[in-house]
Each structure stands twice: as C-alpha cells, then as structure tokens.
C-alpha cells in the first residue's frame, strides 16, 4: 500500500529531497525524491518533471550496488517509487567529500592543472558545506593536523571509504565504457559510526563515455581517450543545456545502473 505522506511528519527539506519520520520505525526515516534540480550552490533552479523518479533509480541501484559490496551506507530499502527508508542519522557532518579520478570541473582553476590529469590513487578533498560561502575547501594540512593532533578519526575513516566508494562505482560504470571522473559524498554519524549518507544520482558525479574501445586509462593524461562532450552527469544542466536533454542524459545514467544488479 502506498506511504501517505500527508500524514507523516516532515523532518527535513533540501533541494533535491523531503525526510520525513517513520512512525512504524523510528531508527530510520523516508526519503522523497523531488523534481528539482540546482546548480551553482542553489543560485540556478528549475524544475524536470521525472527527475525525482529517474534520481531515484540511480540511487537505489547504486546504493544496494555498495551494500552488497558490504560498505555502510545509510540505505535500507524503497518501499515505492521516488522513496526509499534510510537509517536515520544521530549526526550530520558538515562536509562534502569529493574524490577525483580524472581533473575536471572547479579543480581546473586551481594553479596549471590540466583537464584529463590522472590522480592514483584517487584524491580526496573535504569541502565545507555552506551555499553562501561557496562550499571552501579545507587544506590537506589541517586535515592531517586534526586527525593526528585531535584524533578526529573520522576523517581517516571518510577517505578510506570515499576511496574504497570510488572504486566501487569506476569499477561499475567500467562495464559499460562510462569513465567516473568525480564525485561528491556526504557522511553522517548513526550508532557511532561513520555511514555514507545522502544520496549518489546525476548530480552527485561526472561521467564521460570512452572515446574508444578499451582505452588506455593508464596514463598521466587520459582526456583523449575519454569523450566529454557525450557527458551524462549534471554539467549538462550547469553548461545550460535544455531541460528535456537534461532529463534525457540522467535516463541514460538510470538505464546504466539498472545493470549494475548483476555486479
Ligand atoms: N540518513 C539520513 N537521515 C536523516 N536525514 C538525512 C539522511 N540523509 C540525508 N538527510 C538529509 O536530507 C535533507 C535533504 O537533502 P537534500 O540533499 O535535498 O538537501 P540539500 O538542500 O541538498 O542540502 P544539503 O546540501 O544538506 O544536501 C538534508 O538535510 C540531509 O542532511
Ligand atoms: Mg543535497
């Protein structure tokens, strides 16, 4: 029988999804998926109708994907379309933790770095979470400070996972000739202990097609071996492409992972 939400307490509210409480388990919560899709730290919006059900496609094949391959994520099951229960958080942590295979994007701005460089292993960078002051990085010093002066394990914790995640999900994404360049994730605190949390859709990632057969991604720049131009992710939003084209290439990454059932 269908969730009626009317009913249902909302907890939180974000760009992409509605939290609400789960009165028949209060150890977790829905998750709604919406229409909405952001960009620049909120300040570009519009509205896709069947964004929410595509997202959440993605999301659930890529999450029951990285519980099957026994990492902890927050996600337990999707009870309908658009919406999943997920483990309820004790904690949020303030941070977007992104990993990058190839460079691209905002990395491109920073110094002579050029498009197509190849990080191995896969780089991390913690980012703090706050629209207004542009999600700034946290400096790879004081990460290591607070770890080993603060004992601040989690962070350790959240690379090794974000790491071990990337891989997961290149590694995925491989089988069907689609490059992950990057991605951003988010964490929490539930019963002590760090769980991916969130969600991993369209918008969460870069994904190039190859440019060939088999290509050769061993290389420190791999850019002429991948196609960016044929991107799927949500750079095609961001770069102004129309709406519908926008939809269609987050189809195409939904129709990707509901292969990944067999990995
Ligand atoms: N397991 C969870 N339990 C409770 N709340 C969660 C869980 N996972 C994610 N959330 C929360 O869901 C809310 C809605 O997510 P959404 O992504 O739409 O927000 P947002 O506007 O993008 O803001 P954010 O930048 O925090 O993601 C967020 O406040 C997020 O922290
Ligand atoms: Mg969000």
């Not at 290591?144 to 962070?155: G, L, N, Q, S």
């Not at 060939?212 to 420190?220: A, E, G, T």
Request: glycine share 6%; hydrophobic share 40%.
């Amino acid at each position: 029988m269908a969730v009626d939400f009317s009913s249902l307490k909302k907890v939180a509210e974000g760009k992409t999804k509605v939290i609400y409480e789960n009165p028949k388990d209060h150890k977790t919560v829905y998750m709604v998926f919406k229409d909405d899709i952001t960009a620049g730290d909120g300040v570009k919006h519009d509205v896709i109708s069947g964004k929410a059900l595509v997202d959440w496609k993605t999301n659930k094949d890529i999450f029951e994907l990285l519980n099957r391959k026994n990492v902890r994520t927050h996600y337990v099951c999707s009870p309908q379309e658009k919406v999943s229960i997920v483990k309820k958080l004790d904690r949020k942590i303030n941070l977007e933790v992104v990993s990058r295979r190839v460079a691209a994007g905002s990395i491109l701005k920073w110094g002579k770095m050029q498009e197509g460089t190849r990080f191995d292993p896969v780089i991390t960078q913690f980012h703090y979470k706050d629209d207004p002051l542009h999600d700034p990085m946290l400096d790879d010093k004081y990460i290591d400070y607070i770890i080993k002066a603060k004992d601040a394990t989690e962070y350790a914790e959240m690379i090794k996972m974000n790491q071990e995640i990337f891989v997961h999900l290149e590694a995925a994404f491989a089988q069907f000739d689609v490059q992950l360049i990057d991605m951003k994730l988010e964490y929490g605190i539930i019963e002590g202990k760090v769980y991916l949390i969130d969600e991993i859709t369209g918008g969460s990632f870069r994904l190039w097609p190859y440019a060939k057969k088999n290509p050769n991604l061993n290389q420190p720049n791999v850019l002429k071996e991948l196609n960016p131009s044929g991107r799927l992710d949500k750079d095609t939003y961001r770069m102004g492409e129309q709406i519908g084209n926008v939809l269609t290439k987050f189809e195409e990454i939904a129709k990707i992972t509901a292969k990944f059932a067999n990995l």
